[in-house]
């Protein structure tokens, strides 16, 4: 049987970018494979700048967030990476097999190391400790969008190399993850100028109200074409355009294509439609969230039965690891 894994920085509650990007694929693969692992991944979160209760506020509001969008402990298990020590002992393993050269080369790492005067150690390694989330747990395969497959790739990597050094005769001993492309394509901010996210503001949250939500998105930009009510536009250059294929259904995708191209409906008519769909999946995420609040003992419990679940099954993998490779243990 398949089992998937995947991670979230606890960055608070969801913006509809990562819930579109990524936790709405979750929902539905979660009863596709059962047994999906679903973690809050908050030592990554510690490469940044940030205040220890803010972390603790945002790792509590991020799991909410999953909850209320529909995470379902009857079908996954949730849990917070550092409920977990096996993720770091795994990731240290892990470092001593993995070349500098292999780090250095990827994106993310060359992107952020240079608007750095001072590149940390932590920000060289994270995919390392990326490898380790996924497979100490033995993943098959790991849901995540076209940014990430480099860092899946070297995951991969990362298997190969130590079970050609340690696996016992017969099977390869971890398998070598396979990349489950998120469906929808990356989601723009409604600045229309660059990924949906919080650091840039131009996000919608996923628990924002109603007028809220209408506030961002009335003045969100649409397709530069369009200066007058008059002009006809190109839907796909058009963000607005793309959060209707995420939250509406074919039909009225398929109108507003027409009635964009046609001129037949303005920039404010297209979002008031987009806002009406956008409110039929968001109310009740919101409704979840608020009961969830209510009960926080009850959001404790789920993390608190996901963490030692997970640590039965890390724990296994770390007693095998280390045998394999001579340790006492």
Not at 37 to 52: M, N, Q
Not at 134 to 144: F, G, N, R, T
Not at 174 to 183: G, N
Not at 281 to 291: D, G, K, N
Request: glycine share 6%; proline share 7%.
């Amino acid at each position: 049987m398949t089992r998937i894994f995947s991670g979230i920085q606890p960055s608070g509650e969801l913006h509809i970018g990562n819930y579109l990007g990524a936790v709405k694929n979750w929902v539905q693969l979660q009863t596709q494979h059962p047994g999906a692992i679903f973690c809050i991944v908050d030592y990554h979160a510690l490469t940044g700048i940030y205040e220890p209760q803010s972390l603790r506020k945002r790792t509590y509001d991020m799991a909410v967030s999953l909850l209320a969008a529909g995470i379902d402990p009857a079908h996954a298990t949730l849990y917070v990476q550092s409920a977990v020590p096996e993720h770091t002992e795994l990731a240290w393993i892990f470092n001593t097999i993995t070349p500098v050269g292999e780090l250095e080369r990827q994106t993310q790492y060359k992107d952020k190391a240079s608007r750095q005067e001072s590149v940390l150690a932590g920000i060289l390694n994270y995919p390392v400790l990326q490898a380790a989330d996924i497979l100490l747990y033995k993943a098959d395969a790991v849901p995540v969008g076209e940014d990430q497959v480099q860092h899946l790739e070297l995951s991969r990597e990362i298997a190969r190399k130590w079970n050609t050094r340690f696996s016992p005769e017969g099977a390869p001993y971890f398998p070598e993850p396979k990349a489950l492309l998120t469906p929808t394509r990356r989601i723009m901010g409604l600045d229309g100028q660059a990924k949906m996210s919080k650091s840039m503001g131009n996000t919608v949250g996923l628990l924002e109200d109603s007028d809220s939500v209408w506030a961002k998105l009335r003045p969100a930009v649409t397709d530069p074409a369009r200066v007058r009510k008059t002009d006809p536009g190109t839907p796909e250059v058009c963000n607005i355009y793309h959060l209707h294929k995420a939250f509406s259904p074919p039909p009225v995708v398929e109108e507003v294509a027409v009635k964009c191209s046609t001129a037949g409906w303005g920039c404010i008519e297209c979002k008031k439609v987009l806002f009406e769909h956008m409110e039929t999946e968001l109310v009740p995420i919101r409704r979840r969230a608020s009961e969830l609040r209510d009960a926080p003992e009850r959001v404790t419990e789920i993390l608190a039965t996901g963490a030692e679940r997970c640590r039965e099954i890390a724990g296994q993998t770390m007693r095998e690891v280390k045998e394999a490779m001579g340790m006492l243990g």
